[in-house]
């Protein structure tokens, strides 16, 4: 259903919806306006809120966005994709329901999960916690999982290979808070490179920093994932970034 802001709010008053998409540029409302207005009315139903937008928002924006968000989505290459992965994590009904369009989506999203069979993902991570959680999800799924303690492991890891014939790691889970050298320092170093510029970066980061998506995604990884994981949200980020192929 697709509704203007106003019609949204009369909507969510006398329904209740499993997932709400949302714009940030309505045209009777602002999508932050909209948030405050059904966080302030009681008798306004509150679903999950996707931010599904063209504009970036500023630092500040971010903020108050995800007081009231479950996701921002900025659209533009796999953004589709991402929404509707992000998507399915709320809904609950039966997937016959969806529109033709959604359903040959979402099976193209499943074709993906087989690209993850051999594929080699590079996890810096020094937590032996994270690592046996991520060897858990990943490993049993088919991909290849090589992991180092730090940024520095990392870098001569990542060089080493450089002679190689075929890069050596198709994406890099990239723990932010690392001894010897961090993830946004390890991160900047690697997209210096060349051969790296375009190799996917995923970051875990830790849920009491608020910034920490911002200061990733300006260092130049792809995306980000709060810790402690969520197998759901990591499973649906691969599926976005991992290189086709």
């Known amino acids: 259903m697709r509704v203007r802001a106003h019609d949204a709010l009369q909507q969510l008053r006398e329904h209740t919806f ?36 063209g504009h970036t ?15 921002i989505i900025i659209k533009g290459v796999r953004s589709l994709e991402r929404l509707l992965d992000e998507v399915t994590l709320f809904l609950h009904q039966v997937e016959s329901r969806l529109p033709p369009e959604h359903q040959r989506l979402l099976q193209a999203a499943r074709d993906r999960e087989s690209t993850r069979e051999g594929r080699r993902i590079l996890a810096v991570e020094d937590d032996v916690r994270n690592i046996f959680a ?8 088919g991909a290849k999982v090589e992991f180092v303690r730090n940024g520095k492991e990392a870098l001569a890891l990542l060089t080493k290979s450089l002679a190689q014939p075929r890069p050596a790691v198709d994406l ?29 970066i995923i970051a875990l980061t830790a849920k009491a920093m608020r910034d920490d998506q911002e200061k990733c995604l300006q260092a130049g990884a792809n995306d980000s994932i709060a810790k402690p994981l969520d ?11 991992m290189p086709k192929g």
């Open 57 to 71: 928002p500023s630092r500040d924006e971010k903020q108050q966005l995800r007081r009231f968000s479950r996701s």
């Open 18 to 53: 499993d997932c709400m998409v949302m714009d940030l540029h309505l045209p009777d409302l602002s999508g932050q306006d909209l948030l405050e207005r059904m966080a302030a009315e009681e008798a306004v139903s509150f679903p999950p809120v996707i931010v599904y937008t």
């Open 231 to 241: 197998v759901e949200k990591l499973l649906s980020l691969l599926r976005v970034w």
């Open 172 to 200: 890099v889970l990239m723990d932010i808070m690392m001894p010897e050298m961090d993830g946004l320092t390890a991160t900047r170093e690697i997209r210096k490179q060349e051969a790296w510029r375009k190799r996917p």
């Open 134 to 141: 991520l060897s858990s999800v990943l490993e049993p799924r």
